[in-house]
């Protein structure tokens, strides 16, 4: 099946600073997207990207999917931005396959 | 987009006991999602569960261990029988809505 790996897998950041995770997947997909699990477990999809690049406030995602990879930016990053950075992806059929996840800390 | 609800949020069970947790969603969908996430690891499929049809199960997970009910459009169960320690994780139902994945809020298991 298709491969999903994520790095780094942890990130330590200071308030205000910015950073860039990724997402390679080792085949071609027709679905990508990008979740947060906030530390209370909650899950929210923050992108649906199978390609291209799309923003929304601090936050940024640029997909190439014929390089097979994604890229998710968070700038100025804030406490509330911790937890848990996911990317997923659906090759055919319905079955979204996760990474293995980024675990973000922001210090203040 | 959906909003989903579950119940419970968590539970603490005795080994050898069983588990029924629910799943609503505000909207009618075709196909509903349970996932599985261990404790510190990713989310794993356990099963698609689809209105009036059996429910398709990943390798490694099967009917008897987790029973899955489909009701109707809005709704699903999840059971998950003669429980161990290992299986202690966050239990979520998905459902998606053009291209777009949603989860619940999750129930936290933990088994003794």
């Known amino acids: 099946g298709i491969q999903v790996e994520q790095s780094p897998p942890d990130l330590i950041l200071q308030e205000g600073a910015n950073s860039t995770l990724r997402c390679n997947f080792s085949d071609s997909v027709n679905n990508l997207q990008w979740f947060h699990q906030n530390p209370w477990g909650q899950l929210i999809n923050l992108f649906y990207i199978p390609s291209g690049t799309k923003q929304n406030g601090r936050l940024s995602a640029t997909t190439v999917a014929t390089e097979r990879y994604s890229l998710l930016y968070i700038s100025s990053s804030q406490t509330t931005d911790s937890g848990v950075y996911f990317c997923a992806v659906v090759r055919g059929g319905n079955k979204l396959v996760f990474g293995a996840g980024t675990i973000l800390r922001v210090k203040s | ?112």
């Not at chain 2, 809005?74 to 979520?92: A, G, Q, R």
């Open chain 2, 1 to 112: 987009s959906a909003v989903i609800s579950q119940k419970p949020s968590r539970d603490i069970c005795q080994r050898g006991t069983s588990l029924t947790i629910q799943c609503q969603v505000d909207s009618q969908v075709t196909m509903m999602f349970w996932y599985r996430q261990q404790p510190g690891q990713s989310l794993t499929l356990i099963a698609t569960a689809n209105q009036g049809s059996e429910a398709t199960y990943e390798s490694g997970f099967v009917i008897d261990k987790f029973p899955i009910s489909r009701p109707n459009l809005t709704f699903s169960t999840l059971t998950v029988s003669n429980m161990s320690p290992e299986d202690s994780s966050i239990y979520l139902c998905s459902t998606r809505s053009t291209d777009t994945q949603y989860f619940g809020p999750g129930t936290r298991l933990t088994v003794l």
